[in-house]
């Protein structure tokens, strides 16, 4: 396995994981209302993805010797199709967060509502980058 | 897999190198190497053009179309 699909791996099982929780403990206070201050929560997990994503990278670049290869040809071209790929999940992500409006969503909600428009294309990027190195191996 | 066969293996393993030492040499990955070789993947014209320098070929001698 290259750096890069290790990286992409890392990536994407660190952001679903990470956000899954975050998206479950808000949909949970919804249901619930139990008090919350959501902003900590959001930094809590910002900074939690950037200590996984750091810790986790030096890791695999320890156990890499391509680390430091610049990207060739055929991996840039599977950037490029995961980078469409994405750009449209971000696009209609998007247009249903700015949906939301029209069903009650307040201003807190739609911004988590496009926060998932975000991770959703960012976690479709590299499930691409990953099944397109699957396919071409 | 993709209509080009190539015979980069048969090239390479005649000259000694590795998938990686070819890589190097004409900036490609270890893995792109293995997917041209195996057929997973059609190189650009200006990387089939660098193998076959390297190789002293011509891109025609290396690379055949296959229906």
Known sequence: ???????ALLSLVSMAAIYAWYF??????????????PVSHLIFTILLL???QIVGHLIIAGTSSDKYAAPDERERAFDRRATMVGYYVLIVGALVAIATLHIGFDGPKIGDAVLFAIVLAECTRQAVFLIAHHKAA | MFPIANSVRA?????????????????????????IEQRHYSPSLEAAFRIARLFGKGVDELFQWEE
């Open chain 1, 1 to 7: 396995m290259s750096f890069r699909y290790k990286s």
């Open chain 1, 24 to 37: 479950i403990f808000l949909l949970i206070h919804f249901r619930t209302g139990h008090p919350f201050n």
């Open chain 1, 50 to 52: 950037a200590f996984v």
């Open chain 2, 11 to 35: 090239e390479r393993e005649a000259r000694g190198m590795t998938q990686s030492e070819l890589g190097a040499a004409i900036g490609l990955t270890r893995q792109t190497v293995a997917a």
